[in-house]
């Protein structure tokens, strides 16, 4: 019997490279959120919430959230394939969660900087993008709650709704990164002026920075768009769809 090369022989068994792209996507991860750290400690004076560190609270939380985060919960599906898929919609659900209220409070980091120095708001093209982004995101949340969570959307909307959904999840991810790194450039503008020029070391670190971004985005995209690694579907959980269908639409299962 043939087998696929990145797939165990058994049907339910995880596909044998998953687990690593998986790895390099939470070292990638990982490695962006602490450098982001060390690049407002060691150049901008590192955080605060009372003074003008304020403004440095907004890239931080920005990149746990939108970006890690939010990798983080898109991956869920494919990194829990053998638990319930409720316990599995649940915790992708809680990380999208976790990453609105985080990128929340660096919104509102951003805007009181802005007041108490008196900058102008909403005037560059990063703060449209990201407001833009912010909003696409909550709507995906509030739209992907009620389809999928909330037990009212019948079984023939949920799967009418669901590749739209995939299709979003993945977009607004790619604006959230897109969107980060037009923040680093002008942040790196603003505050190295001609120096960003001369190889300034805060430049480089920051240029490393945004090329790990778009390799931890070109890595979950990629175990994303992977179709032999798509959660397999359980049997007791096609039963039980069957059976929604029945009692949403009153079709039977004989008449599929």
Not at 31 to 44: D, E, F, N
Not at 97 to 119: D, Q
Not at 123 to 129: F, P, T
């Amino acid at each position: 019997m043939s087998v696929n090369p990145g797939m165990e022989a058994t049907g339910g068994s995880t596909p044998k490279a998953l687990p690593y792209f998986v790895a390099v996507s939470q070292i990638l991860g990982l490695t962006v959120v602490a450098l982001t750290g060390a690049w407002l400690g060691l150049y901008r004076g590192g955080l605060a919430w009372e003074s003008a560190l304020q403004f440095n609270v907004h890239p931080l939380c920005m990149v746990i959230g939108m970006v890690f985060l939010q990798g983080d919960a898109l991956l869920v599906y494919r990194v829990f394939r053998n638990e319930a898929k409720r316990t599995t919609k649940i915790l992708h659900g809680l990380l999208h969660i976790f990453a609105l209220i985080i990128a929340l409070v660096g919104l509102v980091a951003v805007f009181e900087y802005h007041k108490k120095m008196n900058y102008a708001d909403l005037y560059s093209l990063h703060s449209w993008c990201g407001l833009l982004v912010f909003i696409l995101y909550l709507v995906q949340w509030l739209v992907g709650f009620s389809f999928f969570l909330f037990p009212g959307a019948s079984f023939s909307l949920r799967n009418q709704y669901r590749p739209q959904h995939i299709f979003f999840g993945a977009t607004i991810f790619l604006l959230s990164v897109g969107t980060t790194l037009l923040g680093i450039k002008e942040a790196l503008i603003f505050g190295l002026t001609k120096k960003y020029s001369m190889f300034h070391p805060e430049g480089i670190l920051a240029n490393i920075l945004g090329l790990l971004l778009i390799c931890f985005a070109v890595v979950v995209l990629y175990i994303l768009t992977r179709e032999a690694w798509v959660r397999p579907p359980r049997a007791e959980e096609q039963a039980l769809s069957m059976d929604f269908k029945t009692l949403t639409e009153g079709d039977s299962p004989s008449s599929q």
